[in-house]
């Protein structure tokens, strides 16, 4: 249960959190993203910063804004998102990607506005983003911590456990986004916890602010 005075059990730790979507532009005025509010990020930084860490937040647009403890990297596309990470990683204890990051962007059209009358239909090509929880996972030092975030449609905990390995995670949470009220755009999580010492755990539809208390005491079990 919660308790009106926050344990100090995060401080001096530094945290880094990602959070929100990103956006990736494809002409003057479009671009290609997705519905994330950056809640569950907001909720996991705010969490960390009451229990005493010293908290980053790199975000994606998102309409959020934080306690001026609370130091804030806005950034737009996953490349930022990415470049900024690689920046901030080295020196943090530990990371928390909750970012719905897009996998891929399209290949710009360009600055200009595209216009209707120049196509009858319309082709776009999409390359590949980098992955960054998989690359703070490369580097991860033996004196960092990693939690990942995984949003499933189907096979959520086989989904999970590849990603917990995949990006050499220490914890990951992963939900079923066909859930009403699990994902995107909802207060509340249910989500399926696994971590790096095989402990499993199924936790019932709960608040986002609720699940980032327990994902954090969940972390310092070991
Ligand atoms: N993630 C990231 N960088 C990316 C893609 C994902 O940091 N380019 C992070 C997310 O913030 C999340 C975790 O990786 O913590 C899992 O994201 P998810 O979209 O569920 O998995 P993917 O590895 O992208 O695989 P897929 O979307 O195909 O399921
Ligand atoms: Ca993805």
Same mark, same amino acid.
């Given at each position: 249960?919660?308790?009106?005075?926050?344990?100090?059990?995060?401080?001096?730790?530094?945290?880094?959190?990602?959070?929100? /979507?990103?956006?990736?532009?494809?002409?003057?005025?479009?671009?290609?993203?997705?519905?994330?509010?950056?809640?569950?990020?907001?909720?996991?930084?705010?969490?960390?910063?009451?229990?005493?860490?010293?908290?980053?937040?790199?975000?994606?647009?998102?309409?959020?804004?934080?306690?001026?403890?609370?130091?804030?990297?806005?950034?737009?596309?996953?490349?930022?998102?990415?470049?900024?990470?690689?920046?901030?990683?080295?020196?943090?204890?530990?990371?928390?990607?909750?970012?719905?990051?897009?996998?891929?962007? /399209?290949?710009?059209?360009?600055? +200009?506005?595209?216009?209707?009358?120049?196509?009858?239909?319309?082709?776009?090509?999409?390359?590949?983003?980098?992955?960054?929880?998989?690359?703070?996972?490369?580097?991860?030092?033996?004196?960092?911590?990693?939690?990942?975030?995984?949003?499933?449609?189907?096979?959520? +905990?086989?989904?999970?456990?590849?990603?917990?390995?995949?990006?050499?995670?220490?914890?990951?949470?992963?939900?079923?986004?066909?859930?009403?009220?699990?994902?995107?755009?909802?207060?509340?999580?249910?989500?399926?916890?696994?971590?790096?010492?095989?402990?499993?755990?199924?936790?019932?539809?709960?608040?986002?602010?609720?699940?980032?208390?327990?994902?954090?005491?969940?972390?310092?079990?070991?």
């Amino acid at each position: 249960t919660l308790k009106a005075i926050s344990p100090q059990d995060l401080a001096g730790q530094k945290v880094v959190v990602t959070l929100g /979507p990103t956006r990736e532009p494809w002409d003057g005025v479009r671009f290609w993203s997705n519905p994330s509010s950056g809640t569950m990020g907001a909720c996991m930084a705010m969490a960390a910063y009451l229990r005493g860490a010293d908290v980053t937040v790199i975000a994606g647009p998102t309409s959020l804004d934080f306690p001026s403890g609370i130091s804030v990297v806005p950034v737009t596309t996953a490349a930022q998102m990415y470049d900024a990470c690689m920046e901030e990683w080295p020196g943090m204890d530990i990371g928390c990607a909750t970012a719905a990051v897009a996998d891929f962007h /399209p290949v710009p059209y360009g600055d +200009q506005k595209f216009k209707k009358a120049d196509a009858d239909d319309l082709t776009i090509t999409f390359k590949p983003n980098k992955d960054i929880l998989y690359s703070m996972g490369q580097s991860k030092r033996t004196d960092q911590r990693l939690i990942g975030f995984a949003a499933e449609t189907n096979s959520i +905990q086989e989904a999970a456990q590849g990603k917990m390995q995949r990006k050499n995670l220490d914890l990951i949470a992963a939900n079923d986004i066909t859930q009403e009220g699990s994902g995107f755009g909802v207060s509340t999580n249910a989500m399926f916890v696994l971590d790096k010492n095989g402990r499993k755990e199924t936790w019932p539809q709960l608040p986002k602010t609720e699940v980032a208390w327990r994902l954090w005491d969940h972390l310092l079990l070991d």
